[in-house]
């Protein structure tokens, strides 16, 4: 399969290992947003999050915890961020985290469109429609 992610599973492609076990690889982020950006791969080929097991996700749970201690301890981050894209705004087709450690006063930013933002009121009317 032409996967980047699957490449750097089976060494294919080189990557900066940060964890490794048989469900998953954690490797540096290639353009990280701060130091130490780093992305959960599973090794299984899941697309989005509709394809992720509970198993698969506990697991990862257990070591982003593990992980956030570690960050805390060796990085010196004061924080963590951990957010995950699903089809449009996701650049690599095979499921994945990013790790994203906080440091006090980083430049990192979710920016948002304030032009397509609409009301509260409205958000929760779709919701419940
Ligand atoms: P997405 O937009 O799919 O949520 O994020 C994909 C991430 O994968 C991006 O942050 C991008 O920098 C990273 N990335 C893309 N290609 C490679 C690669 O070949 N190696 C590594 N280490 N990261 C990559
Ligand atoms: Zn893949």
């Given amino acids: 399969m032409d996967c980047i992610f699957c ?3 089976n060494k294919e492609v080189p990557s900066h290992l940060v964890y490794e076990d048989e469900i998953l690889k954690i490797f540096l982020d290639i353009n990280p947003a701060t130091n130490g950006e780093c992305l ?3 090794k299984n080929h899941f697309k989005t999050i509709m394809e992720l097991d509970n198993e698969t996700n506990e697991h990862i749970l257990k070591i982003e915890k593990k992980l956030y201690l570690i960050f805390k301890e060796k990085l010196g981050c ?3 961020t951990i957010m ?3 089809d449009y705004g996701q650049e690599v087709p ?3 985290i990013h790790l994203v450690p906080r440091y006090n006063k980083d430049m ?3 920016t948002s ?3 397509l933002l609409v009301d509260f009121e409205n958000i929760i009317n779709q919701l419940n429609d």
């Fill in 108 to 110: 990192f930013r979710t």
């Fill in 78 to 80: 004061d924080g963590m």
């Fill in 40 to 42: 959960i791969v599973p």
């Fill in 94 to 96: 095979h499921f994945h």
């Fill in 84 to 86: 995950q894209n699903n």
């Fill in 7 to 9: 490449k750097i599973i």
């Fill in 113 to 115: 469109d304030k032009d």
